[in-house]
């Protein structure tokens, strides 16, 4: 049975939590996604993490696909934006001809750190508000992250 419609209360949990979450995600990433499209020709916000990946060592597309919890033909389309732009090369690793691993190049690690500097400047007056509570809510979704159905936190 339905809930009744005059009796659904939106400021309860979990609508409350959803709707927040939602919110302040479609705001905060519009304004990112805005200013680095603005600002570093067409570089969008998921290139931009998958950059930030990559940047911080070699990874493969699977590597990246599994910890960013992409569809691995969604990091192939960025990541041809990425080699297109310059930012990324394939390399073998030494020992190991089936595998290639994706590295910044000198033109990437430049774009990485203006790109970085745009998002730092698009999310301060988000982050500002929360203040002091910055790393506790960052912790939160970060905990959340790491539920898994088969973790014992989610078992009810």
Do not use: C, K
Not at 11 to 32: C, E
Not at 57 to 72: E, N
């Amino acid at each position: 049975m339905s809930p009744d419609p005059h009796e659904l209360d939106l400021s309860r949990q979990p609508l409350r939590f959803l709707a927040a979450y939602w919110t302040a995600w479609q705001g905060i990433s519009g304004q990112v996604q805005a200013a680095l499209r603005r600002e570093h020709n067409d570089l969008d916000l998921r290139a931009f993490l998958i950059l930030s990946h990559v940047q911080a060592g070699p990874q493969t597309p699977s590597d990246l696909a599994r910890t960013l919890d992409l569809p691995r033909y969604e990091v192939a389309r960025a990541l041809r934006h990425l080699q297109e732009a310059g930012a990324v090369t394939y390399q073998r690793p030494p020992g190991d001809a089936r595998r290639h691993a994706l590295h910044t190049t000198p033109a990437g690690q430049d774009l990485w750190r203006a790109a970085m500097q745009t998002v730092q400047h698009a999310t301060q007056p988000a982050l500002d508000r929360l203040g002091p509570q910055l790393n506790t809510v960052t912790a939160g979704l970060e905990a959340l992250t790491d539920l898994s159905p088969t973790s014992p936190e989610a078992t009810p």
